[in-house]
């Protein structure tokens, strides 16, 4: 089994920023992608962004240019810088992992980060 913490959530005024961590334990397994889905109240879970053990990233239109997803060296941790934030951008922020364990496919979230963007 592959565990998820995140951390880094809170609230921030309009334009401020904020950085979230991942960190993905457990026994034998290994990370082929990494994200952050968030979810507002009374909307569809939705991606934010992605990135593979190779860099190649992705961002949803809404935040392209103000968020940027990085990994952690051990490629195990993953980190999402939040800058310019909007109120649009408030939500609960889980970590995904879509990951191999025991010889499977799996996907893999995290408990969820609150973040609040208001004035």
């Known amino acids: 089994q592959v565990q998820l913490v995140e951390s880094g959530g809170g609230s921030v005024q309009p334009g401020g920023s904020l950085r979230l961590s991942c960190v993905a334990s457990g026994s034998g397994f290994s990370t082929l992608v990494m994200g952050w889905y968030r979810q507002a109240p009374g909307k569809q879970r939705e991606v934010v962004a992605g990135?593979?053990?190779?860099?190649?990233?992705n961002y949803a239109e809404s935040v392209k240019g103000r968020f940027t997803i990085s990994r952690g060296n051990a490629k195990n941790t993953v980190y999402l810088q939040m800058d310019n934030l909007k109120p649009e951008d408030t939500a609960v922020y889980y970590c995904n992992a879509k990951a191999i364990a025991t010889m499977k496919l799996g996907d893999y979230w995290g408990q969820g980060t609150q973040v609040t963007v208001s004035a």
């Open positions: 990135i593979t053990t190779g860099g190649i990233t």
